[in-house]
């Protein structure tokens, strides 16, 4: 009875390693992938969605800097423009604009020069300088406007064109393992995903910046009008 157990487990041991060294019933170990290779298996449209993502940084941070930059509020502008027009020095009112040299400054640079002139036309002069710099302000932000909308598109078309490969392939190989399509069909979306990412980064910081942009055109139409109190009551009665 012993000897037979003991036959039994020496066959079974046996027969066991022969299946190993076979392979046909040990599952294959799981190759790891960075995330670089990861990425590459996007596809051809994955590498203008990388380009668009890059442009997108550089387009916010670019514009980000510039709009902080140009809208920096100096609280005492006004106060010194007011003393120098009291004093009946403008060119010191002038040089005080030019001292600051942001947005809000050069908006009211543009009241100084056109004082003597009716109200309506320092207050029409100055809002025009107003839209100049808020045209500045917007140059390249259509350029995010459009990334959004295109990098997701670019992302579908790439994801549209790899199951169109996959089907083909099918097609000629007749090979319809759940294997080989969904290996194929996840690295497809890979390139959907991506424009997804670059889209919402775009769209993200389009509405920061506009947000930025619509905080000044509120903070130069208060400028506005303190300026044209300043000249109607010189001494603030």
């Known amino acids: 009875m012993i000897g037979f157990f003991l036959q039994t487990t020496v066959v079974d041991t046996v027969a066991q390693a022969v299946t190993n060294a076979n392979g046909t ?34 387009l916010i941070v ?16 006004l106060k010194e423009v007011r003393t120098h027009l009291n004093g009946g020095n403008m060119n010191l009112a002038i040089g005080a ?26 207050e029409s002069n100055m809002e025009r300088m107003a839209q100049i710099e808020l045209g500045e302000m917007e140059r390249k932000m259509g350029q995010l406007g459009l990334i959004a909308g295109m990098a997701p598109t670019l992302g579908f078309v790439g994801t549209i064109a ?10 000629i190989t007749e090979n319809i393992s759940i294997g080989n399509i969904s290996g194929g069909l996840y690295e497809k979306m890979i390139s959907s995903g991506a424009g997804l990412i670059v889209g919402l980064i775009a769209y993200a910081g389009y509405h920061l910046l506009n947000g930025k942009i619509d905080h000044f055109m509120l903070n130069v139409q208060k400028q506005v009008l303190e300026f044209v ?7 603030g009665n």
């Open 229 to 235: 109190n300043i000249i109607q009551r010189p001494n």
């Open 162 to 171: 790899g199951v169109i490969k996959i089907f083909y392939s099918i097609s």
């Open 97 to 122: 604009a030019d001292r600051v040299n942001n947005a809000t400054a050069r908006v009211v640079k543009e009241g100084i020069l056109t004082i003597g002139r009716p109200i309506s036309e320092i």
């Open 62 to 77: 670019e514009r980000y800097l510039y709009i902080s930059k140009t809208t920096k509020n100096d609280d005492f502008l």
């Open 25 to 58: 019933n040990t599952p294959a170990p799981a190759e790891g992938i960075s995330v670089l290779e990861f990425i590459l298996k996007g596809g051809f449209f994955l590498i203008p969605i990388i380009i668009l993502m890059f442009y997108t940084i550089y």
